[in-house]
């Protein structure tokens, strides 16, 4: 079992930044590949980026050149760092961790992006 807690939401203004972070516990060494994804009020859960157990990136296009995507392994925590936000940006971000044993999630944490 793998567990997933992401903190750092909130509201910022319109270009603005934020950094959500997702701590893992558990059998994380089950774990291939971590990312984060969002879901906005009345839309489909989407995916915002992903990171590979060999540190590879993918992101969506809409996060391209604002957002990124790292690991502090010390810590079993994943970050995403959020620059240039936008009102569309807002929805509730849940961490992602995929592994051999299944696939979990966290409980989400609220970002809102508003004047």
């Known amino acids: 079992q793998v567990q997933l807690v992401e903190t750092g939401g909130g509201l910022v203004q319109p270009g603005g930044s934020l950094r959500l972070s997702c701590a893992a516990s558990g059998n994380i060494a089950m774990i291939n590949n971590m990312g984060w994804y969002r879901q906005a009020p009345g839309k489909e859960r989407e995916l915002v980026a992903i990171m590979t157990r060999t540190e590879s990136t993918v992101y969506a296009d809409s996060a391209k050149g604002r957002f990124t995507i790292s690991r502090e392994n010390a810590k079993n925590t994943v970050y995403l760092q959020m620059t240039s936000l936008k009102p569309e940006d807002t929805a509730v971000y849940y961490c992602?961790?995929?592994?051999?044993?299944?696939?979990?999630w966290g409980q989400g944490t609220q970002v809102t992006v508003s004047s």
């Open positions: 992602n961790g995929d592994a051999s044993s299944g696939n979990y």
